[in-house]
């Protein structure tokens, strides 16, 4: 239902060069009511094509499209509360028995390789969603005893295993539970919130933004907390989705705004709506039409080339954030059975509108995480699921 920390394909100008540029604060004021643009934030509004209502896509069996016949399987163990990753060769996951260590296992089959361990002695690498571009590993990295006080968020070449410090806890002054960092291509951009010196109460969220393949890192924008938050966001080539919540006085809700990385500039792109979790693979964004700590009914799918936007509703019950590869969104949904817990994958094919179903193969199974990426489709399933330990399996194949 939340996304807990922010893979998508780049659009055309991914490969375009950053230029460098220097900080761009500015402050945001919180006086938003009924979709109006709170002054002095500066936009430069969309103006989109009517809204269209999506004809009800075909429900189809995921088998048209899934090679089922060769599935691969791993066994992880007994708990899982990570998730998993994807790319061109590997399928990347944490040891849920011993979270200190970070895996990766060949697509094509052979042995699994550590591509990193914890800094800390009773080190966790899997509380949050770690993410993979091109030849980097961003991971979350905090001690278990703790309670998430302490904190880094740590970059790793897959190539020659160096590492950067994206961020970490500043003694305190950066709230965990309010960073979300996504990765595209050779960029990534992250947002937190900072504390007062004395630790108190809220005073800034950030925006940064990183060129792995320069290493320059620019500060997009810096805002004081004063009735809005800038929790999420999502980021293809060099244009990031960033969502905005509003505190009830304000008229509560949630925007989205399109960010350009190379200058911290932004366009306005749902306003006065409950939009949330963004997702984007030019041109194409998903969110969820709802509020934010609530399941979907209906998502929204919007063309950023312009500005046509269209619905998805969800089919099963309790659905998961949706997720966007190319021109797949998918998601995980339960399916309400007599005979004990089960669900489904759901992937909904944009161009030819038909949602493909992927059924849990048995009563009491669960899919827990679901990745895609290009041709490649991984997720974790769990069995017996009413136990209280159940066995877990990481298991990959490909679209046909």
């Known amino acids: 239902m939340e996304k807990p920390i922010a893979s998508t394909q780049p659009p055309d100008q991914a490969s375009a060069t950053a230029t460098p540029n220097p900080a761009t604060p500015f402050d945001l004021p919180p006086s938003k009511k009924g979709g109006e643009t709170p002054a002095g934030t500066p936009t430069f509004a969309i103006t989109p094509t009517p809204t269209l209502q999506r004809m009800s896509p075909d429900l189809v069996d995921a088998s048209e499209i899934i090679d089922l016949e060769h599935v ?207 997702e984007i693979a030019y041109p194409w964004a998903v969110w969820k039409s709802g509020a934010r700590y609530a399941f979907w009914i209906k998502a929204v799918l919007h063309n950023l080339s312009n500005g046509q936007e269209f619905y998805i509703r969800n089919e099963g019950v309790e659905p998961s954030d949706p997720k966007i590869d190319g021109t797949r969104v998918y998601w ?26 992927l059924h849990a193969p048995g009563e009491d199974q669960y899919y827990r995480f679901v990745a895609i990426r290009k041709n490649t489709i991984a997720w974790v399933r769990v069995t017996e699921m009413s136990k209280a330990v159940s066995d877990i399996y990481l298991e990959w194949t490909t679209f046909r």
């Open 332 to 357: 995980t949904g339960s399916i309400r059975s007599t005979h004990g817990i089960t669900n489904a994958i759901y992937i909904y094919d944009i161009g030819e509108n038909k949602i493909y179903v």
């Open 72 to 278: 691969s399987a791993y066994p992880l163990g007994k708990i899982v509360s990570a998730t998993i990753a994807l790319d061109d060769d590997f399928i990347y996951w944490v040891d849920t028995e011993n979270p200190k260590a970070l895996y990766r296992t060949p697509l094509g089959g052979g042995a699994s390789e550590k591509i990193i361990e914890s800094v800390y002695s009773d080190g966790r690498l899997d509380c949050n969603k770690f993410q993979i571009s091109e030849d980097w590993l961003v991971v979350c990295d905090t001690p278990t005893s703790n309670d998430l006080g302490e904190w880094k968020i740590r970059a790793v070449n897959l190539k020659d295993k160096a590492e950067i410090l994206l961020l970490d806890d500043e003694n305190g002054r950066i709230v965990f539970s309010m960073f979300d960092i996504s990765l595209n291509g050779h960029n990534a951009i992250w947002t937190y919130a900072r504390t007062t010196p004395d630790l108190k109460d809220l005073d800034e969220m950030v925006i940064e933004a990183i060129d792995f393949d320069t290493g320059e890192r620019r500060e997009l924008m810096r805002t004081k907390i004063e009735g809005s938050i800038w929790p999420v966001l999502s980021l293809s080539g060099n244009l990031a989705i960033v969502e905005q919540d509003f505190e009830d006085i304000y008229g509560g809700g949630t925007d989205l705004h399109l960010m350009d990385i190379t200058d911290g500039t932004l366009k306005d792109l749902s306003l006065g709506e409950k939009s949330c979790m963004p």
